[in-house]
């Protein structure tokens, strides 16, 4: 198994799948804990990677290459 870290897409397309699973109401109870659990480390991990790229785009780079928030223009 590779530890190459997964893209924001690979992590979104799986807690889709754990989400699919859990609607399904197939899973045995402790497997069904456990995808939730998986699911919410997805989910915060998502998010942080959301917040970050909103940060990056929210700023602007100055001429002198300098970077500032766009409200601040």
Known sequence: MSNKKKTFEENL?????????????EVPLEEAIAQFQKGMVLSKDLQKTLESAEKTLVKVMQDDG????MDAL
Not at 13 to 25: M, P, R
């Open 13 to 25: 397309q799986d807690l889709e799948g754990i989400v699919s699973q859990l609607e399904n109401g």
């Open 66 to 69: 300098s970077e500032a928030e």
